[in-house]
Protein backbone atom coordinates (compact mmCIF):
# COMPACT_ATOMS: atom_id res chain seq x y z
CA UNK A 1 0.00 0.00 0.00
CA UNK A 2 1.35 3.57 -1.12
CA UNK A 3 2.28 5.86 1.90
CA UNK A 4 1.93 9.19 -0.58
CA UNK A 5 -0.99 11.00 -0.32
CA UNK A 6 -3.48 11.21 -3.63
CA UNK A 7 -5.12 14.90 -4.18
CA UNK A 8 -8.04 15.47 -5.60
CA UNK A 9 -9.06 19.00 -6.43
CA UNK A 10 -12.94 19.49 -6.52
CA UNK A 11 -13.34 22.13 -9.00
CA UNK A 12 -12.06 23.72 -12.06
CA UNK A 13 -13.12 27.32 -12.69
CA UNK A 14 -10.86 30.18 -12.27
CA UNK A 15 -9.27 29.84 -9.11
CA UNK A 16 -9.87 26.31 -8.90
CA UNK A 17 -7.85 25.80 -12.42
CA UNK A 18 -5.30 28.16 -11.10
CA UNK A 19 -4.43 26.43 -8.09
CA UNK A 20 -4.41 22.64 -9.93
CA UNK A 21 -2.16 24.19 -11.91
CA UNK A 22 0.16 24.76 -8.67
CA UNK A 23 -0.87 21.36 -7.07
CA UNK A 24 0.08 19.84 -9.79
CA UNK A 25 3.48 21.11 -10.28
CA UNK A 26 4.31 20.58 -6.38
CA UNK A 27 3.36 16.71 -6.50
CA UNK A 28 6.16 16.34 -8.67
CA UNK A 29 8.43 18.27 -6.30
CA UNK A 30 7.09 16.48 -2.98
CA UNK A 31 7.04 12.98 -4.83
CA UNK A 32 7.98 11.21 -1.75
CA UNK A 33 5.25 12.70 -0.28
CA UNK A 34 2.38 12.81 -2.70
CA UNK A 35 1.08 10.45 -5.69
CA UNK A 36 1.97 12.25 -8.85
CA UNK A 37 -1.88 11.93 -10.64
CA UNK A 38 -4.01 15.01 -9.40
CA UNK A 39 -7.12 14.45 -10.42
CA UNK A 40 -9.69 17.76 -10.72
CA UNK A 41 -13.48 17.31 -10.85
CA UNK A 42 -14.82 19.33 -13.59
CA UNK A 43 -18.37 20.26 -13.99
CA UNK A 44 -18.97 18.86 -17.85
CA UNK A 45 -19.70 21.54 -20.04
CA UNK A 46 -19.84 21.40 -23.84
CA UNK A 47 -17.12 23.87 -26.09
CA UNK A 48 -18.04 24.07 -29.06
CA UNK A 49 -19.37 20.83 -30.10
CA UNK A 50 -16.71 19.50 -27.47
CA UNK A 51 -16.85 18.16 -23.93
CA UNK A 52 -14.86 20.07 -21.82
CA UNK A 53 -13.11 17.50 -20.25
CA UNK A 54 -11.68 16.22 -23.19
CA UNK A 55 -10.35 19.72 -24.33
CA UNK A 56 -8.36 19.80 -20.98
CA UNK A 57 -7.15 16.03 -21.06
CA UNK A 58 -6.02 16.56 -24.59
CA UNK A 59 -4.54 20.45 -24.57
CA UNK A 60 -4.03 20.48 -20.57
CA UNK A 61 -5.79 23.79 -20.39
CA UNK A 62 -9.00 24.89 -19.38
CA UNK A 63 -10.05 26.89 -22.22
CA UNK A 64 -13.42 28.05 -20.52
CA UNK A 65 -12.28 29.60 -17.03
CA UNK A 66 -8.31 29.90 -17.73
CA UNK A 67 -7.68 30.44 -21.27
CA UNK A 68 -4.33 30.59 -22.12
CA UNK A 69 -2.93 28.97 -19.36
CA UNK A 70 -1.25 25.31 -19.36
CA UNK A 71 -2.21 23.05 -16.89
CA UNK A 72 0.90 20.32 -16.03
CA UNK A 73 0.23 17.18 -17.30
CA UNK A 74 -0.94 15.21 -14.34
CA UNK A 75 -3.75 17.19 -13.62
CA UNK A 76 -6.59 14.82 -15.11
CA UNK A 77 -9.94 16.36 -15.74
CA UNK A 78 -12.74 13.79 -14.89
CA UNK A 79 -16.49 15.03 -14.92
CA UNK A 80 -17.57 12.24 -12.49
CA UNK A 81 -17.20 13.98 -9.01
CA UNK A 82 -17.14 10.09 -6.91
CA UNK A 83 -14.62 8.75 -9.75
CA UNK A 84 -12.54 11.91 -9.08
CA UNK A 85 -12.43 11.93 -5.24
CA UNK A 86 -12.10 8.19 -4.37
CA UNK A 87 -8.57 7.23 -3.00
CA UNK A 88 -8.16 10.54 -2.22
CA UNK A 89 -6.40 11.58 0.89
CA UNK A 90 -6.87 15.22 0.63
CA UNK A 91 -9.82 16.81 -0.61
CA UNK A 92 -9.20 20.54 -2.09
CA UNK A 93 -12.83 22.14 -2.47
CA UNK A 94 -12.71 25.18 -4.92
CA UNK A 95 -16.21 25.77 -6.52
CA UNK A 96 -18.83 28.53 -6.02
CA UNK A 97 -20.44 28.13 -2.63
CA UNK A 98 -23.59 27.41 -4.22
CA UNK A 99 -23.12 23.82 -5.11
CA UNK A 100 -21.11 22.50 -2.19
CA UNK A 101 -24.33 21.08 -0.88
CA UNK A 102 -25.17 19.17 -3.78
CA UNK A 103 -21.75 17.70 -4.16
CA UNK A 104 -20.97 16.42 -0.69
CA UNK A 105 -24.34 14.73 -0.89
CA UNK A 106 -22.83 12.85 -3.90
CA UNK A 107 -19.88 12.22 -1.59
CA UNK A 108 -20.94 11.03 1.36
CA UNK A 109 -19.55 7.45 2.01
CA UNK A 110 -17.81 7.74 -1.36
CA UNK A 111 -14.50 8.93 0.12
CA UNK A 112 -11.60 7.84 2.40
CA UNK A 113 -12.69 7.84 6.07
CA UNK A 114 -8.96 9.30 6.77
CA UNK A 115 -8.95 12.09 4.45
CA UNK A 116 -8.80 15.62 5.39
CA UNK A 117 -9.84 18.64 3.37
CA UNK A 118 -9.11 22.24 2.21
CA UNK A 119 -11.58 24.80 1.28
CA UNK A 120 -10.45 27.59 -0.66
CA UNK A 121 -14.83 28.42 -1.00
CA UNK A 122 -15.82 31.96 -0.23
CA UNK A 123 -19.12 32.92 1.14
CA UNK A 124 -21.14 31.38 3.97
CA UNK A 125 -23.94 28.68 2.86
CA UNK A 126 -27.90 29.87 3.68
CA UNK A 127 -29.26 27.81 6.24
CA UNK A 128 -33.10 27.16 5.40
CA UNK A 129 -35.15 29.26 7.76
CA UNK A 130 -32.44 32.27 7.61
CA UNK A 131 -28.86 32.27 9.15
CA UNK A 132 -25.78 30.96 7.28
CA UNK A 133 -23.40 28.38 8.35
CA UNK A 134 -19.53 28.22 7.45
CA UNK A 135 -19.11 26.28 4.28
CA UNK A 136 -15.89 24.15 6.14
CA UNK A 137 -18.60 23.53 8.99
CA UNK A 138 -20.79 22.34 6.45
CA UNK A 139 -18.73 19.82 4.62
CA UNK A 140 -17.34 18.59 7.70
CA UNK A 141 -20.75 18.01 9.01
CA UNK A 142 -22.04 16.15 5.64
CA UNK A 143 -18.38 14.23 5.00
CA UNK A 144 -17.16 13.84 8.39
CA UNK A 145 -13.23 14.92 7.86
CA UNK A 146 -10.96 17.50 9.24
CA UNK A 147 -11.01 20.66 6.75
CA UNK A 148 -8.84 23.63 6.76
CA UNK A 149 -9.42 26.95 4.84
CA UNK A 150 -7.33 28.95 2.62
CA UNK A 151 -7.96 32.36 1.98
CA UNK A 152 -6.06 35.12 0.40
CA UNK A 153 -5.34 38.44 -1.27
CA UNK A 154 -5.19 36.14 -4.64
CA UNK A 155 -7.26 37.16 -7.66
CA UNK A 156 -6.84 34.13 -9.89
CA UNK A 157 -5.54 35.80 -12.92
CA UNK A 158 -2.56 37.46 -11.33
CA UNK A 159 -1.96 34.00 -8.88
CA UNK A 160 -2.13 31.81 -12.45
CA UNK A 161 0.56 34.30 -14.14
CA UNK A 162 2.85 33.63 -11.24
CA UNK A 163 3.17 37.30 -9.44
CA UNK A 164 4.17 37.20 -5.92
CA UNK A 165 1.18 37.01 -3.34
CA UNK A 166 0.52 35.55 0.24
CA UNK A 167 -2.24 33.64 0.98
CA UNK A 168 -3.40 32.06 4.76
CA UNK A 169 -4.26 28.63 5.58
CA UNK A 170 -6.46 28.23 8.77
CA UNK A 171 -6.00 24.34 10.18
CA UNK A 172 -6.59 23.38 13.54
CA UNK A 173 -4.08 20.49 13.25
CA UNK A 174 -0.97 21.88 12.30
CA UNK A 175 -0.09 18.39 11.25
CA UNK A 176 -2.32 18.91 8.52
CA UNK A 177 -2.11 22.74 8.09
CA UNK A 178 2.13 21.58 7.11
CA UNK A 179 1.10 19.32 4.44
CA UNK A 180 -1.32 21.75 2.53
CA UNK A 181 1.62 24.40 2.82
CA UNK A 182 3.44 22.26 1.34
CA UNK A 183 0.55 21.37 -1.57
CA UNK A 184 0.31 24.97 -1.95
CA UNK A 185 3.21 26.85 -1.30
CA UNK A 186 5.74 28.37 -4.16
CA UNK A 187 8.38 30.78 -4.86
CA UNK A 188 5.64 33.72 -5.99
CA UNK A 189 2.47 31.99 -3.86
CA UNK A 190 3.78 32.45 0.19
CA UNK A 191 1.63 30.28 2.38
CA UNK A 192 1.23 31.44 6.40
CA UNK A 193 -1.17 29.12 8.84
CA UNK A 194 -2.87 29.78 11.20
CA UNK A 195 -5.29 28.24 13.51
CA UNK A 196 -7.84 30.50 13.70
CA UNK A 197 -10.02 28.40 11.16
CA UNK A 198 -13.06 29.93 11.19
CA UNK A 199 -11.74 33.80 10.99
CA UNK A 200 -10.20 33.05 8.13
CA UNK A 201 -12.60 31.81 6.29
CA UNK A 202 -15.20 34.53 7.77
CA UNK A 203 -12.32 37.37 6.43
CA UNK A 204 -12.88 35.45 2.89
CA UNK A 205 -16.93 35.66 2.71
CA UNK A 206 -17.32 38.98 4.51
CA UNK A 207 -14.41 41.33 2.36
CA UNK A 208 -17.32 40.59 -0.82
CA UNK A 209 -19.97 42.73 0.51
CA UNK A 210 -17.48 45.33 1.33
CA UNK A 211 -16.17 45.35 -2.56
CA UNK A 212 -19.81 45.51 -3.65
CA UNK A 213 -19.59 48.95 -1.60
CA UNK A 214 -16.36 49.85 -2.73
CA UNK A 215 -17.92 49.38 -6.08
CA UNK A 216 -20.51 52.05 -5.86
CA UNK A 217 -18.57 54.86 -4.49
CA UNK A 218 -16.12 53.95 -7.69
CA UNK A 219 -19.66 53.78 -9.89
CA UNK A 220 -20.06 57.12 -7.95
CA UNK A 221 -17.20 58.75 -8.96
CA UNK A 222 -15.46 59.37 -5.44
CA UNK A 223 -11.61 58.70 -5.12
CA UNK A 224 -9.35 56.69 -3.74
CA UNK A 225 -10.22 58.59 -0.42
CA UNK A 226 -13.58 57.69 -0.11
CA UNK A 227 -12.63 53.61 -1.41
CA UNK A 228 -9.95 54.03 1.51
CA UNK A 229 -13.09 54.93 3.99
CA UNK A 230 -15.32 52.27 3.65
CA UNK A 231 -12.78 49.56 3.39
CA UNK A 232 -11.50 50.38 7.22
CA UNK A 233 -14.92 50.76 8.37
CA UNK A 234 -15.61 47.64 6.17
CA UNK A 235 -12.98 45.86 8.27
CA UNK A 236 -14.07 46.99 11.54
CA UNK A 237 -16.86 45.67 10.59
CA UNK A 238 -16.04 42.14 9.95
CA UNK A 239 -14.23 41.92 13.11
CA UNK A 240 -17.12 43.19 15.35
CA UNK A 241 -19.22 40.90 13.32
CA UNK A 242 -16.57 37.63 13.86
CA UNK A 243 -16.32 38.70 17.58
CA UNK A 244 -19.96 38.60 17.77
CA UNK A 245 -20.86 35.41 15.53
CA UNK A 246 -17.28 33.56 16.56
CA UNK A 247 -16.09 34.40 19.69
CA UNK A 248 -12.98 32.88 19.97
CA UNK A 249 -11.99 34.92 16.71
CA UNK A 250 -8.24 36.39 16.57
CA UNK A 251 -7.59 40.07 16.18
CA UNK A 252 -4.14 39.18 14.06
CA UNK A 253 -5.84 36.88 11.80
CA UNK A 254 -7.43 39.66 10.66
CA UNK A 255 -3.54 41.31 9.64
CA UNK A 256 -3.20 38.33 7.76
CA UNK A 257 -3.34 37.60 3.90
CA UNK A 258 -7.24 36.78 4.15
CA UNK A 259 -7.82 39.62 6.21
CA UNK A 260 -7.44 43.55 4.89
CA UNK A 261 -4.40 42.16 2.27
CA UNK A 262 -7.62 39.90 0.41
CA UNK A 263 -9.83 42.92 1.64
CA UNK A 264 -7.61 45.92 -0.35
CA UNK A 265 -7.13 43.43 -3.12
CA UNK A 266 -10.99 42.73 -3.26
CA UNK A 267 -12.01 46.47 -3.44
CA UNK A 268 -8.91 47.40 -6.23
CA UNK A 269 -9.68 44.51 -8.38
CA UNK A 270 -12.64 42.18 -7.92
CA UNK A 271 -15.16 41.06 -9.59
CA UNK A 272 -17.75 41.88 -7.15
CA UNK A 273 -15.87 46.06 -7.00
CA UNK A 274 -16.10 45.76 -10.78
CA UNK A 275 -20.05 44.20 -11.37
CA UNK A 276 -20.86 46.72 -8.18
CA UNK A 277 -19.65 50.05 -10.21
CA UNK A 278 -20.82 48.95 -13.45
CA UNK A 279 -24.46 48.77 -11.37
CA UNK A 280 -24.49 52.36 -10.77
CA UNK A 281 -23.42 53.33 -13.70
CA UNK A 282 -25.50 51.29 -16.11
CA UNK A 283 -28.51 51.00 -13.75
CA UNK A 284 -28.90 47.82 -14.44
CA UNK A 285 -29.95 45.07 -12.18
CA UNK A 286 -27.09 43.12 -10.39
CA UNK A 287 -28.75 40.02 -11.83
CA UNK A 288 -28.60 41.08 -15.71
CA UNK A 289 -24.71 42.12 -14.55
CA UNK A 290 -23.96 39.34 -14.29
CA UNK A 291 -25.14 37.78 -17.46
CA UNK A 292 -23.50 40.42 -18.98
CA UNK A 293 -20.03 40.54 -17.63
CA UNK A 294 -18.90 36.99 -15.85
CA UNK A 295 -19.32 34.73 -18.41
CA UNK A 296 -21.19 31.72 -15.95
CA UNK A 297 -19.65 32.84 -12.34
CA UNK A 298 -21.60 34.15 -10.07
CA UNK A 299 -20.97 37.47 -7.58
CA UNK A 300 -20.80 36.36 -4.22
CA UNK A 301 -21.05 40.28 -2.47
CA UNK A 302 -25.42 40.40 -2.54
CA UNK A 303 -25.96 37.16 -1.31
CA UNK A 304 -23.49 37.69 0.88
CA UNK A 305 -24.73 41.04 2.18
CA UNK A 306 -28.58 39.32 2.34
CA UNK A 307 -27.11 36.34 4.44
CA UNK A 308 -25.23 38.31 6.83
CA UNK A 309 -28.25 41.29 7.14
CA UNK A 310 -30.77 37.65 8.44
CA UNK A 311 -28.48 37.47 10.73
CA UNK A 312 -27.91 40.74 12.18
CA UNK A 313 -31.85 41.37 11.98
CA UNK A 314 -32.34 38.52 14.03
CA UNK A 315 -30.61 40.03 16.69
CA UNK A 316 -31.66 43.38 15.85
CA UNK A 317 -28.57 45.04 15.45
CA UNK A 318 -28.73 46.34 12.14
CA UNK A 319 -27.84 49.83 13.31
CA UNK A 320 -24.52 48.50 14.42
CA UNK A 321 -23.75 47.21 11.01
CA UNK A 322 -24.71 50.65 8.94
CA UNK A 323 -21.51 50.00 5.90
CA UNK A 324 -22.79 46.35 5.90
CA UNK A 325 -26.79 47.28 6.21
CA UNK A 326 -27.03 49.82 3.42
CA UNK A 327 -24.87 48.15 1.37
CA UNK A 328 -27.34 45.32 1.04
CA UNK A 329 -30.35 47.40 0.96
CA UNK A 330 -28.82 48.92 -2.51
CA UNK A 331 -28.34 45.80 -3.71
CA UNK A 332 -31.88 45.15 -3.11
CA UNK A 333 -32.86 48.62 -5.10
CA UNK A 334 -34.23 49.90 -1.29
CA UNK A 335 -31.56 52.58 -0.98
CA UNK A 336 -30.06 54.81 -3.57
CA UNK A 337 -26.04 54.16 -3.90
CA UNK A 338 -25.74 57.90 -3.60
CA UNK A 339 -27.20 56.78 0.06
CA UNK A 340 -24.12 54.85 0.83
CA UNK A 341 -22.53 58.33 1.15
CA UNK A 342 -24.52 59.44 3.98
CA UNK A 343 -23.96 56.41 5.97
CA UNK A 344 -20.32 56.38 5.88
CA UNK A 345 -20.62 59.83 7.08
CA UNK A 346 -23.00 59.05 9.45
CA UNK A 347 -21.39 55.71 10.37
CA UNK A 348 -20.39 55.33 14.42
CA UNK A 349 -17.29 55.49 13.95
CA UNK A 350 -17.69 59.04 13.70
CA UNK A 351 -20.09 59.89 15.74
N1 LIG B 1 -11.43 33.50 -8.94
C1 LIG B 1 -10.73 34.01 -7.97
O1 LIG B 1 -9.93 34.94 -8.14
C2 LIG B 1 -10.85 33.43 -6.59
C3 LIG B 1 -9.86 33.68 -5.67
C4 LIG B 1 -9.98 33.17 -4.40
C5 LIG B 1 -11.09 32.39 -4.07
N2 LIG B 1 -12.04 32.15 -5.00
C6 LIG B 1 -13.17 31.31 -4.60
O2 LIG B 1 -13.03 30.03 -5.15
C7 LIG B 1 -14.31 29.45 -5.42
C8 LIG B 1 -14.34 28.94 -6.84
O3 LIG B 1 -14.11 30.02 -7.70
P1 LIG B 1 -13.60 29.84 -9.19
O4 LIG B 1 -13.05 31.17 -9.58
O5 LIG B 1 -12.75 28.66 -9.32
O6 LIG B 1 -14.94 29.48 -9.96
P2 LIG B 1 -15.69 30.37 -11.04
O7 LIG B 1 -16.27 31.57 -10.41
O8 LIG B 1 -14.76 30.50 -12.20
O9 LIG B 1 -16.98 29.48 -11.36
C9 LIG B 1 -17.16 28.63 -12.37
C10 LIG B 1 -17.09 27.19 -11.86
O10 LIG B 1 -18.39 26.73 -11.51
C11 LIG B 1 -18.61 25.49 -12.14
N3 LIG B 1 -20.04 25.29 -12.37
C12 LIG B 1 -20.84 25.98 -13.20
N4 LIG B 1 -22.10 25.49 -13.11
C13 LIG B 1 -22.06 24.47 -12.21
C14 LIG B 1 -23.03 23.60 -11.66
N5 LIG B 1 -24.30 23.64 -12.04
N6 LIG B 1 -22.62 22.69 -10.74
C15 LIG B 1 -21.35 22.65 -10.33
N7 LIG B 1 -20.38 23.47 -10.80
C16 LIG B 1 -20.75 24.36 -11.72
C17 LIG B 1 -17.84 25.60 -13.43
O11 LIG B 1 -17.55 24.35 -13.93
C18 LIG B 1 -16.57 26.28 -12.93
O12 LIG B 1 -15.69 25.34 -12.40
C19 LIG B 1 -15.32 30.53 -5.11
O13 LIG B 1 -15.84 30.34 -3.83
C20 LIG B 1 -14.50 31.80 -5.12
O14 LIG B 1 -15.00 32.79 -4.27
C21 LIG B 1 -11.95 32.63 -6.25
Redesign the pocket.
Known sequence: MSLKKKICVV?????????AKIVGHNVVKYNEQFESQVSMW????MIDGKK?TEIINETHENV??LPNHKLPTNVIAIPDVVEAAKDADILIF??????IT??CEQLVGNIKATAFGLS????FLPVPGGGIEL?SHAINKKLNIPIAVL??A????E?ADEKFCETTIGAASLENGNVLRDIIQTEYFRVVVVNDVEAVEMC?ALK?IVACGAGFVDGLGYGDNTKAAVIRLGLMEMIKFAELFYPGSKLSTFFESCGVADLITTCYG??NRRVSEAFVKSKKSIAELEKEM?N???L?GPATAEEVNFMLKAKGIEDKFPLFTAIHRICLGELSPEQMVDCIRNHPEHM
Open positions: GSGNWGSTIVFEELKYVIPHQFRILIKGIMGNLAPVGNGRLGQQQ
